[in-house]
């Protein structure tokens, strides 16, 4: 049994998540009450907190895979990472191929996902053929401003979208592997309602959204603790433009369904 199975299969569904997780059944053209709540909350604000989610035992084993990870990406002298990392010496960002060296295995946190209530509102949006592209997707660091040490990973506000990224239609989710609050730098989001947002958010949590919402590196001055996170892309394939079709014929592309636990 691949390392990270039983993460997903121990207590999964918890209690509280039962009744999204039987709806999965059901035909597509009914709505489970989490994908609702999800899109009633998305067309408001632009963006949805997604509670509870995610095993935590998966996402404590992707965190500590990332530990090790940046434990040495962190050293000066660390020898190079292997392409496949994408690592960016510059942003130390790298792709979630990295985790699966580091503790993880067989893409456990795309797994997660899949497996997971998140993907109902990915298969909302971009259909059941929904994609994840691993060159688009990206593990950060994130360090607490109090520290003192540069903080390569801060992005200032954007859009994940846009002329000059390539793609359209594309869903994020923003998977924390710690948790964020006044004590860890999460994410910023500018709501629709035109107020600037930034969810606490518990281990297990995540956020979706899409490429056209405004976000950034939380303004968290009271952070002490190191942030862990993946920014997870998703697209339907149909919707990929060439020109990303070069680039991921270089990079795996992804089928969601093909790593649930149960495929749709
Ligand atoms: O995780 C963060 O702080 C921001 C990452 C992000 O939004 C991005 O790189 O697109
Ligand atoms: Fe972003």
Redesign the pocket.
């Known amino acids: 049994m691949p390392a990270g199975e039983s993460l997903l299969g121990s207590a999964w569904p918890p209690a509280k998540l039962k009744g999204g997780m039987q709806l999965f059944a059901k035909k597509s053209s009914e709505q489970s009450s989490f994908l609702l709540a999800a899109e009633r909350e998305k067309a408001a604000l632009g963006f949805a907190v997604l509670r509870g989610v995610f095993p935590t035992p998966a996402i404590d084993a992707i965190r500590k895979a990332a530990e090790a990870f940046y434990t040495v990406a962190e050293r000066p002298d660390h020898a190079p990472f292997p392409r496949a990392y994408l690592y960016n010496p510059g942003n130390m ?1 790298t792709g979630m191929t990295a985790l699966d060296d580091f503790g993880t295995a067989d893409y456990l946190l795309l797994r997660t996902i899949a497996s997971s209530p998140a993907s109902e509102c990915l298969r909302h949006h971009l259909g059941d053929d929904v994609v994840c592209s691993l060159t688009h997707s ?1 593990m ?1 660091k ?1 360090y607490p401003q109090k520290s003192g040490q540069p903080r390569p ?3 200032a506000w ?1 859009q ?1 979208g846009g002329p000059d990224v390539g793609y359209y239609q594309a869903c ?1 989710l ?1 998977v924390p592997f710690t948790p964020c609050n006044d004590d860890y ?1 999460g ?1 910023e989001l500018q709501g629709r309602d035109g107020k600037v947002h930034r969810p606490p958010l518990d281990v297990g949590d995540a956020l979706f959204f899409d490429d056209k919402l405004l ?4 303004d968290c001055p009271t952070a002490t603790h190191c ?1 862990y ?1 993946c ?1 997870v892309r998703f697209f339907r394939s149909a919707d990929i433009p060439s020109r990303v079709h070069q680039k991921i014929a270089q990079e795996p592309v992804l089928v969601v369904r093909s790593f649930a636990e149960r495929s749709w």
């Open positions: 960002a990206r950060r994130s990973s801060t992005v954007h994940d994020i923003w730098p994410l976000h950034r590196t939380a942030r996170s920014d």
